[in-house]
DNA sequence: TATAAAAGTTAGACTTACCTAACAAATGTT
DNA sequence: AACATTTGTTAGGTAAGTCTAACTTTTATA
């Protein structure tokens, strides 16, 4: 059984791996500024990890979730974003408030809990940002998406997913009445700094930034 | 903010004060005990939270909660009911299956959930073993209730809480179709050794012992 | 009431997860 | 290729919560 430390860890690697596409290895002092600890403390910890075969780790190496590691990360992921499911459909909680409950959810343990929140959920595909639920069987469901960058003028779309989950970016979206599946039409794309004018649902016209546009997943 | 194991100790205390129904105080190794820990440790821990103001203590004398103590305390238990009447009701676990789940989920903090998830639960008064949910203000509903072992023969009662909640007796429960609600009615009372016989529901008349008739809580 | 038993405390030690400070290796830059 | 910077490690220390073993106080009983 892992400690709830431990299972930050492993969580943490996973979703290294995940940002940084191509390589699926990350850094101590990553590690470390990603879960708020000094690189020491991280050392420290994968070297623990590595006992207990989670990670592939070696001295001044870089680091891998070995495959049992990344099967107990993926099983934490998906307690998280089933969490946060229910966070959001059934308890009326906002877009930008689900996740620091679900870092504490995340952590129950009880396979059976799981499964039955599933079940209750209706076997929820994605999760209130968009991002996929693994499934028992560690699958995960894949979504065609693209940034919302991408889009050349005139083209529609619709919202499947967010890139960036800070509070701010959230509390923006939320503002704009942007919401998973909402509808987005580009109208105009400025060259000279990157932003874009685009139609909100049946709204009126408006402009966002280039990094607004590139924390926004969309598909055709 | 208190640790895990903080908040243990105080839900010791609050569930001991109940137990010793006349005497609200409880002992070192009483509590220790109760948590599976040993006294040394409850000591210890005992100054901890004396520091707090959590608790009044004095080397070797009785402890108590303090007025903040016991709100805290309240607050926990609250929420661990909550959740035991959330996996009871909405995800289908069984009466000897919740405790140990709510046990770990009472200690999510966030003061939205338990009010939220209370409201979800349409302000639910009782959980599953008919215990009382305390309100977000701290009262507790009350309700009438007597030991199934009190009734004279003749007498026709309902289920409205257990005594004992240990997994052996709710199963057998389970086993016997009783459930909170379930109509019983006493048949005969046997003097020699206090057992006796009595009719579930519609069902035919059974026999059951004296520990049993006194781990059950019924109304007139 | 003297003494044995029970209850409770203290001291010292261990583990986990964290820190700081000093050091070592790897990488990037001229 | 030499050196500076970045990155990562080691050593030694802290706090929380636990333990055992030895001790003290309270309580129960002969």
Known sequence: MLSYTEENY?????????????????GTNEMAAHLGVKPATATDMLKKL???????YKKYGKILLTESGK???IEILRKHRLWETFLYKKLDFSWDEVHEVAEQLEHIQSAKLVDKLEEFLGFPEFDPHGDPIPKANGEMPTLEKILLCELREGEICEVVAVKDTSTVFLQYLEKLQITIGTPIKVLERIDFDGSMSIQISEEEARNVSMKFAES???KR
Do not use: C, I, M, R
Not at 10 to 26: G, I, V, Y
Not at 50 to 56: G, I, P, Q, R, T
């Open 50 to 56: 590595k006992e207990k075969e989670l990670v592939n």
């Open 10 to 26: 492993l969580k943490a690697l996973l979703k290294l791996s995940f940002q940084n596409e191509d390589k699926p290895e990350a």
């Open 71 to 73: 099967q107990q990360a």
């Open 216 to 218: 926004l997943f969309v």
